[in-house]
């Protein structure tokens, strides 16, 4: 029995002892796993350190005391971590590593910015932990490069290698100092990532971030303060990133899905100046980035080559060439801000709504919603504002062309501006008139044009409806104060196009009312019209013009109210009664008629429909112009000026009245 003890007490001790010695060699080995890591960074032209290595067998825990690295690349990028504490750590397959958490602790990143800009930023994070953690068991060496970008780049690639459930950090606070310009602090609260793994990021969150700048522009200071809270974003993808830091993909032309939905508010920032501002709610979905369009080596290279000093108009047109690449690299599905209000020097305003979209370089619709705001002569209203079909990229270019005070923009330039955007849309709109107390209203305004021949468009159409008041102090509205008018509404719809096959183009107008007074409807037409006359040069375009020929012209006159104002105002005029003032009007056209007859019969009868239409109020005048033969357009308008009863002879003239 006591040998049995015995052998029993001396296999434990031999237990206990291989334990630590097994503990003992493990500790050993990883320490120099550590430390070929660190010697990885030192190979590259960095600098790294670190403390004390220890580890538990009990706990497989592993410890990394006083961590500090610094880039090779320049200005250089460096880290320090007082602690790293990795729990249940494992090999699950060769050159994998994994850990049940990682915790740091006061984890510090110190950014250098390169002039002509030259600054620092420093960020500062007390704790930061990693859940199920797994990555490569040793790092990738990296390149041998001096660039920052090569430095992110390497980054992200080495990120796409790793997966962990969560990395939270409950606080980071940070400095950005770029002189006497422009100074300030940011702290975050609430961070986490979840989720991680091959190079994506399912869910992001910062619950709360705040920020103070201090500015100094042109002898001002401004100091500025922002929060915005409940930042929340989804399904990141790293690899969308690295692509546009690659130059080996710089003739890549497919999108790469950025990240999808992002929300966050409400956010609000205050001024020294007198601003403050708050967004309710602001989201951005569906972003991409497009390599070949989105290069930052080169846009960095330009930015850096621009410098401080004011660039020629050379070098001005290329930075807004770079610049308007980076519009074209970038796809937005949906922005969209709500809920936003601000109190300025000038006034209070308040907008509902701010949304657009991107892709190619172009902004579908850019949309304003709900501005309530005031002006010097009263309050301003709108319900929307868009413009549609912006290419903001090739504006960019255009305007850059401008870039030269001393050469004049030429007609062939200013014409080029047409195609940049194609629509104009108002809703809803209140605004002051004049200096006196009232408003014009807008109930709806939509402009849009296209068909595109060259920069010039062979189409477009006009649709609008609004009030305005009557200015009494106008001598020319003094007839419409008289007949008890202190307001117009104008209610239209007005389109052209040009059609290339017929070589034909038509005015259509299918409604204008003058509430109140008249309803119009007309349609002009025009033949053999080349296509030169949409040339952006004027002499081309006025060459081709000659080649034009009147077509058919069809015009329909409502009176709504307009003929007994004319009646009226000529009542006054001649001091006798309405009805005199009407029987005048209409010998006076019959007259005139007869004189019109010798000329031309056909004018002869559209006059005496024209009497008829005075004659009784509320009539309907219906005139068709048809051409006799092949009348020149370009002809036809100056006979007008000179001999209309002659112009008029080329067509034959159809009227008509009724109720």
Same mark, same amino acid.
């Given at each position: ?92 397959d ?11 602790s ?30 490569p ?16 780049r ?8 790793v ?6 950090a409950?606080?980071?606070t ?35 971030a ?5 500015t ?56 020294a ?38 660039p020629?108009?050379?070098?001005a ?15 937005v ?69 401008f ?5 004049p ?34 109930d ?18 006009l ?17 419409? #104060?008289?007949?008890?008018? &202190?307001t117009? @509404? !104008?209610?239209? $719809?007005?389109? %052209?196009?040009?059609?290339?096959? +017929? *070589?034909s ?28 006359v ?20 069809e ?6 109210g307009?003929?007994?104002l ?6 006054r005029?001649?001091n006798?009664?309405?009805d ?9 056209? #019959?007259?005139s008629s007869? &004189?019109?007859g @010798? !000329?031309?019969? $056909?004018?002869? %009868?559209a006059?005496?429909?024209? +009497? *008829? ?15 006799l033969?092949?009348?020149q ?27």
């Amino acid at each position: 029995m006591v040998k049995i003890l015995i052998g029993l007490a001396a296999a434990v001790v031999i237990a206990v002892g291989g334990f630590f010695g097994f503990e003992f060699y493990t500790q050993h080995r990883i320490a120099g796993e550590v430390e070929a890591a660190f010697a990885q960074i030192r190979a590259g032209g960095g600098k790294a350190s670190h403390g004390k290595v220890s580890f538990d067998l009990k706990t497989r825990t592993v410890t990394i005391a006083d961590i500090k690295t610094e880039s090779a690349t320049q200005p250089p990028v460096s880290i320090k971590i007082a602690n790293v504490v990795a729990s249940g750590v494992g090999q699950p397959d060769t050159g994998r590593f994994s850990a049940d958490s990682i915790e740091a602790s006061d984890f510090e990143i110190g950014v250098s910015i390169a002039e002509p800009a030259g600054g620092n930023l420093a960020y500062k994070v007390p704790r930061l932990v990693m859940k199920d953690y797994s990555g490569p068991a040793s790092l990738q060496r990296p390149q041998a490069s001096a660039s920052v970008i090569d430095a992110y780049r390497f980054a992200l690639e080495q990120f796409a290698t790793v997966s962990a459930a969560s990395v939270e950090a409950p606080s980071v606070t940070g400095t950005i100092n770029f002189g006497p310009a422009m100074s300030g602090e940011f702290a975050y609260s609430g961070t986490a990532l979840r989720d991680i793994k091959a190079g994506k990021i399912a869910a992001m969150q910062v619950e709360r971030a705040s920020f103070t700048v201090n500015t100094q522009q042109a002898g001002k200071a401004d100091k500025m303060t922002g929060e915005i809270l409940n930042l929340g974003s989804r399904d990141f993808d790293v690899t969308a990133a690295a692509a546009v830091l690659d130059p080996q993909k710089a003739n890549d032309g497919q999108y790469y899905r950025f990240y999808g939905k992002t929300t966050a508010g409400p956010y609000t920032i205050t001024s020294a100046l007198g601003l403050r501002m708050r967004v309710e709610e602001m989201m951005l979905d569906e972003v991409g980035v497009r390599p070949s369009r989105l290069q930052f080596p080169a846009l960095l290279t330009a930015l850096q080559a621009a410098g401080t000093t004011p660039p020629s108009p050379t070098q001005a047109r290329e930075l807004m060439e770079k610049m308007a690449t980076v519009y074209e690299g970038m796809r937005v599905g949906t922005a969209e801000m709500r809920g936003l209000s601000a109190e300025t020097p000038q006034g209070p305003f308040k907008l509902a709504a701010i949304r657009f979209n991107l892709e190619d370089g172009k902004i579908g619709e850019f949309a304003v919603e709900g501005l309530d705001t005031s002006t010097p002569k009263g309050p301003l209203k709108l319900g929307r504002f868009a413009l549609k079909s912006l290419d903001i990229a090739n504006f960019m270019r255009v305007s850059a062309q401008f870039a030269n005070p001393a050469q004049p923009p030429s007609h062939e330039l200013i014409a080029a501006l047409f195609p940049l955007i194609q629509g104009v849309e108002i809703k809803a709109a209140t605004a002051p008139f004049k200096n006196i107390s009232k408003s014009v209203n807008v109930d709806s305004f939509d402009v849009n044009w296209g068909q595109f021949v060259g920069p010039i468009p062979s189409k477009a159409r006009l649709t609008a409806k609004m009030t305005t008041p009557v200015d009494a102090a106008d001598p020319s509205m003094k007839a419409l #104060i008289a007949a008890g008018l &202190d307001t117009l @509404s !104008a209610d239209g $719809d007005i389109g %052209a196009e040009w059609t290339e096959a +017929a *070589r034909s183009f038509v005015v259509d107008v299918p409604k204008l009312e003058i509430g109140g007074l008249l309803k119009v409807s007309a349609r002009i037409a025009l033949a053999n019209v080349p296509r030169q006359v949409f040339s952006a040069s004027a002499a081309q375009a006025i060459g081709a013009a000659a080649q034009i020929e009147a077509g058919a012209i069809e015009l329909t006159l409502r009176d709504l109210g307009s003929v007994d104002l004319g009646v009226v105002q000529y009542a006054r005029a001649q001091n006798v009664s309405r009805d005199a003032a009407r029987k005048a009007i209409v010998e006076n056209i #019959i007259v005139s008629s007869k &004189d019109v007859g @010798s !000329a031309n019969p $056909d004018a002869e %009868a559209a006059v005496q429909a024209l +009497a *008829r239409f005075v004659e009784t109020p509320g009539q309907t005048l219906v005139i068709k112009l048809t051409p006799l033969g092949k009348v020149q357009a370009m002809q036809l308008l100056q006979m007008l000026k000179t001999d209309p009863l002659v112009a008029l002879a080329q067509f034959r003239i159809e009227a008509s009245t009724g109720l």
